[in-house]
């Protein structure tokens, strides 16, 4: 069946750090991957996604390449901010499906 | 508009209580999933509606969990005779169309089982 397995955290960093959440994932054919964000108090919000091999994923400034050679779906941001503190996601969908698989999350702090 | 609604945010129920967890999903939005979500882990997939009709419950971790949504709308999640390991975070999502676009989430419902 499908899985993800994403690094286990928790992650702080000082504000303008590097950021690298590393994903990985296990799926019969070609999978859509996904990133999700869950900032304190609120509910899963997508943070990018990627559908086939090679695209890559972006949004605030967050980006993740799908490498289907490695089975990975790295997230990185270059600089955080104090606002990027929230529970990070790695998440995939088989093709042809609907149920999204998830990993089990990682905790960001950014300290200021 | 709005977002998917869940309600209620917190539930506390005594072990073998019933429990039912109600979620608004966007308006239109044909799709619409449960997922429970155990402290420290991601969801997990628990069922599927496209409109009223239950596609998938394979995810139900017992016969103890019913999934309703009968006017293709509001969905209930309803737990039987709670056990302490139904304790969780039960989020739904829904999305606009048939199975691949994106999946909107609600707040989540934190149920504990005492």
């Known amino acids: 069946g499908n899985s993800v397995t994403q690094m286990e955290g928790p992650v702080t960093l000082s504000e303008e750090a590097f950021l690298t959440i590393n994903c990985t994932y296990t799926?019969?054919?070609?999978?859509?991957l996904f990133w999700y964000v869950q900032y304190p108090g609120e509910g899963l919000q997508l943070l990018l996604k990627a559908t086939k091999a090679d695209d890559k994923g972006s949004n605030k400034g967050f980006e993740a390449t799908y490498r289907k050679e490695t089975t990975s779906f790295h997230l990185e941001k270059g600089s955080v901010q104090v606002s990027d503190s929230a529970v990070y996601f790695c998440a995939l969908r088989g093709r042809d499906d609907y149920k999204l698989s998830f990993g089990a999350g990682t905790t960001v702090t950014v300290r200021a | 508009g709005a977002g998917v609604s869940q309600s209620p945010r917190y539930k506390v129920a005594k072990r073998g209580q019933d429990v039912a967890l109600r979620c608004d999903p966007i308006?239109?939005?044909?799709?619409l999933f449960w997922y429970q979500q155990a402290l420290g882990q991601g969801p997990e997939f628990l069922t599927y509606f496209q409109n009223e009709a239950q596609l998938d419950k394979s995810g139900l971790p017992s016969d103890r969990f019913f999934a309703e949504r009968p006017e293709g709308s509001v969905s209930t999640l309803k737990i039987q005779r709670t056990q302490q390991e139904d304790s969780a975070v039960y989020l739904c999502a829904s999305s606009l169309g048939l199975a691949g676009n994106e999946q909107f989430f609600g707040p989540g419902t934190r149920l504990t089982v005492l």
């Open positions: 799926a019969t054919g070609y999978p859509s």
């Open positions: 308006s239109g939005h044909v799709s």
